[in-house]
């Protein structure tokens, strides 16, 4: 049984919150694992020490896993525990998602709608979860949602978009954008993505206007290069809610440190 | 073994850099050199030159389209993949041109 916490610190780890994650673990007999996703870093709650050399900041992403038979009372203790230091991001609610700020914070003016949807099951075809990734789209970014769909597909007949075994990237540059966007769908069910990598259930939707500016061009081609980050692709996977998921992405479009 | 990689994808915003950088970490385990060149939005970059061409052992081509200037290339041993490819396993296409080398 897999569990996990994604969150935002509210204040740095000290050796009181390592030796107080130390004893919480004791009580269980599921392994965790604390990964630091603004730093890309990653230790064992059991080490202390370890702990604290992810240098844990205020205002950083972090995630626990939980694996174990005793999973789910593990996480139950340890969302009390995350909750006391710690900003949970386990909503769904996404229209003041909490990494919104950070975004606008870190990329001013950067004009990167996340929009998203959870747990959508219907039909688990590539064409469909194409489509709803257009709906998905604010109103007004996309000036012919059509066109867009025509693009995209035939990006898809050159070669299936598939990044990370899961996960689907489909993205064009587009004369019917008016500002980049991004779209996130997951769905319950896996999808034939037509791809060696196999099914996925992660979509994430790429797509900016045809002559982007270089600032947002540099930050497509970060999230990009994060997903093949094996914590950070892994973590934004195993996320289990809109929010966690939103927070993941923002720190892979974000300049990292 | 020295290589030259090119990558590029119809996009390019996404395949080409992480391909690019699952050759050199793929490279860099096996003990191999690589120069990767991308081809993508940004424009060419990491430019190969006349030098690293001559240099080269293998040019691998990582792209589903057309790669631009590629008459820089000519006589040198070229290996073309797909993309997918390089993403999938770097370092079963880097063995399989080691292999074809040898």
Known sequence: ?????????????????????RRLCGMFRAKLLLINLSRRQQADPEQPLTLLSLAVQAGDLCQIVIEGSDAELAHMVLTLWVGEHGLPLSGRGLDQPPSQARLTQRLPGYHCTLAM???????????PCLRHLIALLPDGLCTHPAGLLDELRAREVISATVMRPGLAMPHV?????????????????PIDWGSALGPVQLMVLLAAPAKPVPEHLAALIRLS???????????????GSAQARHAILTEALIPAG | MNIIAVTACPTGIAHTYMAADALQKAAAVMGLKIKVETQGAMGIENTLTARDIAQADMLLIASDIDIEQKERFLGCPQTKVPLESALLD?????????HNAS
């Open chain 1, 1 to 21: 049984m897999l569990r996990e916490l994604t969150f935002y610190t509210k204040r740095p780890f000290s050796i009181i919150q390592a030796r107080q994650l």
């Open chain 2, 90 to 98: 770097a370092c079963a296409v880097l063995r399989g041109l080691v």
């Open chain 1, 117 to 127: 949807q959870d747990e959508w099951q219907q039909e688990s075809d590539k064409d």
């Open chain 1, 225 to 239: 290069r994060a997903l093949l980050d094996d914590q950070l692709c892994a973590a934004l996977l195993r996320a």
């Open chain 1, 173 to 189: 540059l587009s004369q019917t954008m008016r500002a980049p966007c991004i779209a996130v769908l997951h769905s319950q069910r």
